[in-house]
């Protein structure tokens, strides 16, 4: 193009006369007369004029498919060539003139500024409305000086003298001591299942959840409930501070100091399952090793064949364990919870109604609690994934087939809905979409089966049976399902994936043998006897589960992998007993600490974010270099630094300030 005259040219001379445009086609190609059953994907970069349409372009290059394979003096083998996709890369992605990622822009502007202003008030550096945060304090110090103080609790002890008399107190002074303690029962600034570091003393239980905001196993109902710093429960405050003071303590909610205590909270109500912790944490890397393996594998330069089971076909073989552990947990977690609520407080205290509309009224909440707490930070991953996918696909060379540019746009609701599993695959957005419906799917009919066996004796058998044969039937109807999926050739890994791991339905034996375990921890409240033999024997049955199931994929038998399903939780039954109980000893101390808590929070944020985070990474050098294992590490060991940054932001800005907020309006609405 450029032409070399004595006569110096500007460099506008030395241009095209015609506008170009980079184009990538997608062409699959499979050769007949061989045995290559699979056909292969192939993706080809053409620089043509910019008035070229996607039909012109496939109009050319079907023409020279044509010629090519009508020549007479063409030797090659015969093929069949077919055009699966033309896409034009613009090489520039101006997030402005995107709907949605202007919508990004506005909704992450607003979450911090109401970040910054939050944390400024809590700092006191600013007041907020006439009181300021200080009247939302408890003055602890006040109280214990207050001249009058003994006068009211005189009082009210007269007022409250027959039930006082029912429990024992004698005097007035053991009175006192249960007032005072009562007061110092002070939550830090955390109220995320905050147990009271002088329950034993002061008997107060948990603050500020739920309706009950004291439990008092004395029956003491004349004692004010326990105070927080800052954070106030709603009941603790006086009318006064109720009227002018709830903007202020909702603004509160978003305070980057809060937040950030909150994250590394380690005084909770379900310390004891601090090996669930980790349990969660770990899986999540497992999963998160996982897809950055498919992609890296999708997108490599060297790549090898997924049907040769290489590197990455094991590697997804065996990442079915992880969400099964995923699943698992998330049972246990969730029948743990129940049950602890049913132990703690009736019916009435939770929802404020009594008899089968309160029952019902307390499934319905409990389930709903859970769906609205996650709904703030999915949604939010949704638009940021849909804005990603739209980046990447109008700058980078290669395109991923998951198709979350578009899904993401036209489907992301089914995803807030939780139901993108009744949909085709191919039109759901984000990688882990179909787990977040299925865990949802089975936490409703696992609570359901946790409520019906509350009722009675009989009714909790039969809950029982149903679990059982419902573990049972699921897993004959996956390994059946398997058997005939075995045979079948993967295109590519994520075809693999979604043939292997997308399986919804063969997650209710984990979940629901999670269910079982988290009802087993609350019976046995901590204690556990066992003899050495016993808990030896335990031992050995539990690691031959565990090695035969993580070996089983590996065969290369898809239907017999299909048992895992249920042979892997119950490997893990025997572990998780053991590290929920008096057996776990400096074990669980080891564990119990505020990095994991941390990691255990972060971990739904990382889910979220990370396929997101590995699709820039990757698609924005062109291609992964490799896809061995070495390689995976490496890519996987970026993402999760980015991913671990992200989700940590996502948590502050989103997460932890939504949960707050839910809770403060539970608080002014009861």
Known sequence: MVQYDEAPQSVADSWPPYRLAYTTLGITLNITKSNMIKSTDITLGLCMPYSCSPRDIMSVINFSIMINDNLKTNKTSSRVARISSVRRVQG????????AGVLLICVTTLLVALVIVATVIDLDLMKCLPYGTKSMTFDLEKYNTDPNRKGRDLKQENDTKTETDKLGFENTNTHYMAVDSLV?????????????????????????????????????????????QKYNSFASLSTESKKKNIFCRLLLCF??????????????????????????????????????AVIAEYISDFTGDINGQNDVYLIIATGTIAFDTLFYVSGLFSAHHFFFLKSQYSVK???????????????????????????????YAVLLSAVVAQSTYKTATLTLPDGDEHNCREHGWRNLLYITTVYPADEQCMLVSWYLSTETQLHVLGALLCAVSACSVVRARLATVITIVAML????????????????????SFGAYAVIIERPWARVSPYFMGVFTGWLIHMMNGKMKVSKVTSTLLWMASLSFMFTSSAVPLVGLPWLAAWLHLTWPIALLWPVLMGTTNMAGVF?????????????RLSYGMLLLHAAVART????????????????????AGTTLITLLAAMVLSLLVEMPCCSLLRRLSDCAS
């Open 92 to 99: 520039h992605y101006d997030i402005t003139a995107d709907k």
């Open 184 to 228: 110092k029962c002070s939550a830090p600034t955390i109220t995320l299942d905050v147990n009271c570091a002088e329950k034993t003393l002061g008997s107060c239980k948990r603050c500020g959840k739920y309706r009950k905001q004291c439990s008092n196993p004395r029956q003491l109902d004349n004692l004010p409930p326990c105070p927080r």
């Open 255 to 292: 305070s980057l100091a809060y937040c950030w205590k909150r994250i590394f909270n380690t005084n909770t109500a379900n310390k004891d399952l601090s090996l669930i912790h980790v349990m969660r944490v770990l899986a999540t890397f497992w999963i998160m090793f996982v897809h950055v």
């Open 349 to 379: 205290e939770l929802v404020g109604f009594q008899g089968v509309c309160g029952q019902v009224l307390q499934f319905v909440c409990f389930v709903t609690n859970r769906v609205i707490r996650l709904l703030p930070s999915y949604a």
């Open 473 to 492: 039937s699921a897993t004959i109807a996956d390994a059946s399902a398997a058997y005939f999926d075995y045979g079948q050739l993967f295109s590519n």
């Open 588 to 600: 669980r101390r080891f564990l119990a600490r505020s990095s994991i808590a941390a990691l255990s």
């Open 617 to 636: 990474m990757l698609l924005s050098v062109g291609s992964a270099l490799c896809s061995t294992t070495l390689c995976i590490w490496l890519y996987f």
